[in-house]
């Protein structure tokens, strides 16, 4: 399983931005699917989840602004992220679990001015 994430940039504060990852290669059934991210000097974390049946969790730091879905014919995931804040700036990573394996993206990178 291949991920493909995309949609990253440069965007102002108060923006907003969705990122997509399609996941390619021999798939069967895709479990979870979710959204990281690692900003300099810190350590990677949790954005958002959602399940095969489509239930979500967020971080607190992001809850109300961005918004987790999934297009399970497509095997996408993908992120809305809305009042973007200086502090969303990461490295944001996607991950899929199929067959038991969790499967990681390359990265696609954020940067919110202030």
């Known amino acids: 399983v291949q991920l493909q994430a995309c949609g990253g940039g440069l965007v102002q504060a108060g923006g907003c931005l969705r990122l997509s990852c399609a996941a390619s290669g021999t798939v069967f059934a895709i479990d979870a699917m979710g959204w990281y991210r690692q900003a300099p000097g810190k350590q990677r974390e949790l954005v958002a989840t959602i399940t095969r049946g489509g239930g979500t969790r967020y971080a607190d730091s992001v809850t109300g602004r961005f918004t987790i879905s999934r297009d399970s014919v497509k095997n996408t995931v993908y992120l809305q992220m809305n009042s973007l804040k200086p502090e969303d700036t990461a490295v944001y990573y996607c991950?899929?679990?199929?067959?038991?394996?969790?499967?990681w993206g390359q990265g696609t990178e954020l940067t919110v001015s202030s």
């Open positions: 991950t899929v679990r199929h067959t038991s394996r969790d499967y």
